[in-house]
């Protein structure tokens, strides 16, 4: 069963950049498009974007200028930089497996990492 | 974007009731559409995609309907495990998009 593991600091400063890694174990990151999630305290699920294992990348256009996402098959993990961040991007982020395709549903998830935005 | 709308936003049930969801894309999106569940503190769990098809390991007492514009998710007899918050999914373009959510809580 695929595993998808979150980590990297929970407390990040305005205006400074969020940076996350997602590890998958037991399976393989070279296939399947990987994506990240996040959800606001209290709130809904937002879409940051997708890559797959060849580097192609997706974004959703509302974070598209100040998101990245990178991946390194060697240590089957891949990884979230969000920079110039606000309190407004506070949320657990989730990172997931596609089931087939870049717009796909998301079959696996990880358990959610929380990062805060505070001074 | 594509636009879901989610109702109700919540809905209060007993065990045994069944129960009903309704998504609304704001454009059609064919039968790209998944069904999740999110109990409070935990990942959201993939049920159904592609409208109605059901993922592997789910009751069969979820079942998911609909095409174009209008979805439902319904539980044929609410269960204590499924008191929980239920979000859809568009997957016919990017962006992805997810409704608000439901929240179905114990009457």
């Known amino acids: 069963q695929v595993q998808l593991q979150e980590s990297g600091p929970g407390l990040v400063k305005p205006s400074e950049t969020l940076s996350l890694t997602c590890t998958v174990s037991?399976?393989?990151?070279?296939?399947?498009?990987w994506s990240w999630v996040r959800q606001p305290p209290g709130k809904g699920l937002e879409w940051i974007g997708y890559?797959?294992?060849?580097?192609?990348?997706n974004y959703s256009p509302s974070l598209k200028s100040r998101v990245t996402i990178s991946i390194d098959t060697s240590k089957n993990q891949f990884s979230l930089r969000l920079s110039s961040v606000t309190t407004a991007d506070t949320a657990v982020y989730y990172c997931?497996?596609?089931?087939?395709?870049?717009?796909?549903?998301?079959?696996?998830w990880g358990q959610g990492a929380l990062v805060t935005v505070s001074s | 974007d594509i636009q879901m709308t989610q109702s109700p936003s919540t809905l209060s049930a007993s065990v045994g009731d069944r129960v009903t969801i309704t998504c609304r894309a704001s454009?059609?999106?064919?039968?790209?559409l998944a069904w999740y569940q999110q109990e409070p503190g935990k990942a959201p769990k993939f049920l159904i995609y592609?409208?109605?098809s059901l993922e592997s390991g789910v009751p069969s007492r979820f079942s998911g309907s609909g095409s174009g514009t209008e979805f439902t998710l319904t539980i044929s007899s609410l269960q204590p495990d499924d008191f929980a918050t239920y979000y859809c999914?568009?997957?016919?373009?990017?962006?992805?998009?997810f409704g608000g959510g439901t929240k179905v809580e114990i009457k």
């Open positions: 037991a399976g393989s990151i070279n296939s399947h498009y």
């Open positions: 592609k409208a109605s």
């Open positions: 997931t497996r596609g089931t087939r395709g870049g717009t796909t549903p998301f079959d696996y």
């Open positions: 890559i797959y294992y060849s580097g192609s990348t």
């Open positions: 999914q568009q997957y016919n373009s990017n962006p992805l998009t």
């Open positions: 454009q059609s999106i064919s039968s790209w």
